[in-house]
C-alpha cells in the first residue's frame, strides 16, 4: 500500500518570503499523480498543482512550484511570495496512475503553515 | 451545480442515532467518492462510484457505514448507530470521468464536507 508522509506538522514564513513544504512517498509503482491540496480555514480542499510522474519536468502555478524527484520519492512544495492568504493546512496526495485502484487518494497528515505580515 | 454541495454542513446527533449526509456533485460528473477526514489528519478514502455502481467500499469501517448512489446523481452516505468515534468531516468529490482516463487524469473536486459531532 501506498503511504504518503510529510514531516512537518508545522511552518511558519515571512510575508513576501519562500516557503518549502516537504512531501515523502512510498510506493512500488511507476506510474502515478502527486498532488498538493490548500485546505484554507474555510474547510474547502483546493487543488494546488499537480504533477504526473511520467514527467522530469517540474509542475509549476504561478507562484506554486514543485521539486519532484523521482527516485527519492520526493515531493515538495515551493511557495514564493508568500501571502497571508496562503496560510492553510497543506496536503500532500498520491494517486496510482494505472491498476484498480487508481480512483484513491492517498494523503499526508499535512503541514499547517502560518504566514506572518 | 457550480460545485460539489453537501447537507447538512453540521450535524450534531447522539450516540445511537442514524445520520444521513448527501452529496450533490457538480452537473455532469460520473464519478463521486466519500473520504473522512479526522481533526489534524488527512482525508481517508471510504467509498466510490462511477455513475450509480458502487465499485469500492472497502474503506468504509464498518458495517454501520453504508452510501449509495441510485440515479448516479445524489449519493447518500449513512451511519446507523451511531457511536462517538465517528466524530469527523465527511467529504465528498466527485470527477468528470474515470479516474486514469487520458494521461492527465480527471481533476477531482471536494464539496465543503459534513461536520459530524456524535454527542
Known amino acids: 500500500a501506498q503511504t504518503v508522509t510529510q514531516s512537518q506538522p508545522e511552518m511558519s514564513v515571512q510575508e513576501a518570503e519562500t516557503v518549502t513544504l516537504s512531501c515523502t512517498y512510498d510506493t512500488s509503482e511507476s506510474d502515478y499523480y502527486l498532488f498538493w491540496y490548500k485546505q484554507p480555514p474555510s474547510r474547502q480542499m483546493i487543488l494546488v498543482i499537480r504533477?504526473?510522474?511520467?514527467?522530469?519536468q517540474n509542475a509549476t502555478e504561478n507562484r506554486f512550484s514543485v521539486n519532484f524527484q523521482k527516485a527519492a520519492k520526493s515531493f515538495s512544495l515551493k511557495i514564493s511570495d508568500s501571502q497571508l492568504g496562503d496560510a492553510a493546512m497543506y496536503f500532500c496526495?498520491?494517486?496510482?496512475?494505472?491498476?484498480?485502484?487508481?480512483?484513491?487518494?492517498?494523503f499526508g497528515k499535512g503541514t499547517l503553515l502560518t504566514v506572518n505580515p | 451545480g457550480a460545485g460539489v454541495s453537501q447537507s447538512p454542513r453540521y450535524k450534531v446527533t447522539k450516540r445511537g442515532q442514524d445520520v444521513a449526509l448527501r452529496c450533490d456533485p457538480i452537473s455532469g460528473h460520473v464519478s463521486l467518492y466519500w473520504y473522512r477526514q479526522a481533526l489534524g489528519q488527512g482525508p481517508e478514502f471510504l467509498t466510490y462510484?462511477?455513475?450509480?455502481?458502487?465499485?469500492?467500499k472497502s474503506g468504509l469501517p464498518n458495517d454501520r457505514f453504508s452510501a449509495e448512489r441510485p440515479e448516479g446523481s445524489i449519493s447518500t452516505l449513512t451511519i446507523q448507530r451511531t457511536e462517538q468515534r465517528d466524530s469527523a468531516m465527511y467529504r465528498c468529490?466527485?470527477?468528470?470521468?474515470?479516474?486514469?482516463?487520458?494521461?492527465?487524469?480527471?481533476?477531482?473536486?471536494f464539496g465543503e464536507g459534513s461536520w459530524l459531532t456524535v454527542v
Open positions: 462510484f462511477n455513475y450509480e455502481a458502487q465499485q469500492d
Open positions: 504533477q504526473e510522474a511520467y514527467k522530469q
Open positions: 496526495a498520491y494517486r496510482s496512475a494505472s491498476g484498480g485502484s487508481n480512483y484513491k487518494l492517498t
Open positions: 468529490a466527485s470527477s468528470y470521468g474515470p479516474p486514469g482516463q487520458g494521461r492527465s487524469g480527471n481533476t477531482i473536486y
